[in-house]
């Protein structure tokens, strides 16, 4: 991406997301997304990289949905500060616990990626990603939700 491009996307995202919890809670789960992305960096198994990118690429879905959320909840209770809302406490708590699941994912994954290095893709603990995928995928969900329910 050009810097003119850059610039352009941070002023877009000053203007929607401001530059408080809303913003941080969007950043923070994108660079959850990130590292889970950096994770698939360097795999050497076929098998448990196109497993692992299937859960990324679902996990990658999310990110539009995450971003209207905390728009949505920008343009309802402004923030630029540390302070949560207290109408929108529990937008925020499911924001910051699925970037936490997101981030718990990524971990996952790398460890997945270590195991299948070592014991083979059917030992690589797929399913422990993507139960935590599921985490993300609630979280995401129940964020709507909240959002729903204060605005």
Known sequence: MGWMAQMRGARRDDKELGDGVWRRAHDR??????????????????????????????????????????????????????????????????????ANDLAAAAQAAAMARLDGERWGYNSAGLENVAFRADLVVDGVRAAEEALAAVG
Not at 43 to 58: F, K, T
Not at 82 to 95: E, F, K
């Open 29 to 98: 789960f994108s660079r959850g997304l990130d590292r889970f992305h950096q994770v698939l960096e360097g795999i050497e198994s076929d098998e448990l990289y196109n497993a692992l990118v299937m859960i990324a690429d679902h996990l990658a879905d999310l990110q539009p949905r995450v971003r209207a959320v905390c728009v949505a909840a920008q343009g309802q209770r402004p923030s630029s500060g540390t302070d949560i809302p207290g109408s929108h406490a529990g937008v925020h708590r499911t924001l910051s616990k699925a």
